[in-house]
């Protein structure tokens, strides 16, 4: 009995303690909603495709609201953000705490054939105006056009992830007359990082794709497309690349597939005579090619920065870029670069390769693609749209 009365005793020193103890206060969070909506391309050959929105918390259809265009990466597409990352979550946190205003967020869905489009207009002149879908005009014309047609807007943002960080950045230097802000977090935004060693390895990413067709003597053959997918993860989104930059349309004979033009599919109609294909930029050596250089010139997030710097100047562009330290694609030294050039141009911008986060001990949670995204949308929001 006594043992008895003494756990008693200690149990209600307990409830009383746990009385005494003062609730966490946080913001009160108020719910946004979210729903899947059809944007059509004006391009046939992307058709309609599904795009994810968000309406924030009390939506208001009277007043109007900053977008934020939120870009996938490779692989993936428009239920990345939510089934990933809970978008509606962080966005409906933010709102709530007053860290960022009530914002329409719209999700759109950039994945093609390849598994892939970057964001760009492949094509093919004068042969194909579209060869794998014109995906630059689907953000900038037609999802822009439709979010304006459907809902009160004011300014648009772009926000992205790995290929979507590309994207992001690409569209947003590129037009700036069209987006307000723009954020890459983790992107492929300088080309020419790609001819650096890879720290530990000391081969470049070139040799480095070439590794994956060891069982071809380390060169890439002609039916390439018939051995894409995880077991070669570089060498497939080196091809959703080409696809996008350097893609190719011809008969199966105007390939060179001795210097990388490999054909990868029929063209619908043609009864098997046309394909469509890729022009890769590097040789059977591993050297660049001229292919590498119309990449540069014409994709590359650094020179079009460096090329289109008065225009950026004069909208007063958002720029945000980060990447983790230890980016398992190697994908650091793209955000030194394109920070170095803003720099040097005098243009102000956030930025930041990060090597740890606070409260996650970098042994345990090394800053890689993806880690700690949640926190690192909170930034780059805060920067796009914040009080």
């Known amino acids: 009995m006594r043992k008895i009365g003494l756990i008693l005793i200690i149990f209600s020193f307990l409830l009383i303690g746990c009385e005494k103890v003062d609730e966490i206060v946080g913001p009160e969070i108020?719910?946004?909603?979210?729903?899947?909506?059809?944007?059509?391309?004006?391009?046939?050959?992307?058709?309609?495709?599904?795009?994810?929105?968000?309406?924030?918390?009390?939506?208001?259809?009277?007043?109007?609201?900053?977008?934020?265009?939120?870009?996938?990466?490779y692989g993936s597409d428009h239920l990345f953000w939510q089934a990933v990352e809970d978008i509606k979550g962080v966005l409906d946190y933010l709102i709530s705490a007053g860290k960022i205003q009530p914002c329409i967020a719209v999700m759109p869905n950039a994945k093609n054939v390849l598994g892939g489009s970057f964001y760009t207009n492949s094509e093919f002149q004068p042969i194909a105006n579209s060869v794998f879908g014109r995906y630059e005009d689907y953000i900038v014309n037609d999802?822009?056009?439709?979010?304006?047609?459907?809902?009160?807007?004011?300014?648009?943002?772009?926000?992205?992830?790995?290929?979507?960080?590309?994207?992001?950045?690409?569209l947003g230097v590129r037009?700036?007359?069209?987006?307000?802000?723009?954020?890459?977090?983790?992107?492929?935004?300088?080309?020419?990082?790609?001819?650096?060693?890879?720290?530990?390895?000391?081969?470049?990413?070139?040799q480095a794709i070439l590794s994956e067709w060891a069982d071809f003597g380390y060169r890439i053959p002609s039916n390439a497309g018939n051995y894409l997918g995880p077991q070669r993860p570089l060498s497939t989104m080196l091809f959703a690349m080409a696809g996008a930059f350097s893609p190719m349309v011809g008969f199966s004979f105007s390939f060179d597939t001795l210097n990388y033009e490999i054909p990868l599919d029929t063209v619908p109609g043609t009864f098997g005579t046309i394909w469509a294909g890729v022009r890769l930029p590097f040789d059977r050596t591993g050297d660049t090619n001229s292919v590498f250089i119309e990449w540069v010139n014409n994709h590359d997030v650094a020179h079009l920065i460096i090329s289109n710097i008065n225009n950026i100047r004069s909208n007063n562009l958002k720029i945000y870029i980060d990447c983790g330290y230890y980016d398992e694609l190697?994908?650091?030294?793209?955000?030194?670069?394109?920070?170095?050039?803003?720099?040097n141009l005098g243009y102000e911008h956030y930025y930041k390769v990060f090597e740890e986060v606070p409260g996650y001990p970098a042994d345990e949670f090394p800053t890689k693609h993806v880690t700690h995204l949640q926190?690192?949308?909170?930034?780059?929001?805060?920067?796009?749209?914040?009080?």
């Not at 047609?149 to 979507?164: A, R």
């Not at 700036?176 to 990413?205: Q, T, W, Y």
């Not at 926190?375 to 009080?387: T, V």
């Open 30 to 73: 108020n719910s946004g909603t979210t729903l899947v909506a059809n944007i059509s391309a004006s391009d046939p050959n992307i058709g309609t495709k599904p795009a994810m929105i968000y309406l924030p918390p009390n939506y208001d259809s009277t007043r109007n609201y900053p977008v934020v265009i939120f870009l996938h990466g």
């Open 143 to 170: 999802v822009v056009t439709y979010t304006r047609n459907h809902y009160p807007v004011s300014d648009f943002y772009l926000v992205g992830i790995s290929m979507g960080g590309y994207g992001a950045l690409k």
């Open 175 to 206: 037009y700036p007359d069209v987006f307000k802000g723009c954020a890459s977090h983790s992107g492929p935004i300088a080309f020419e990082r790609f001819l650096d060693p890879i720290p530990g390895l000391n081969v470049n990413m070139i």
């Open 330 to 343: 190697f994908l650091a030294p793209h955000a030194i670069t394109c920070n170095q050039i803003l720099s």
């Open 375 to 387: 926190i690192r949308l909170a930034e780059s929001l805060e920067y796009l749209i914040g009080y």
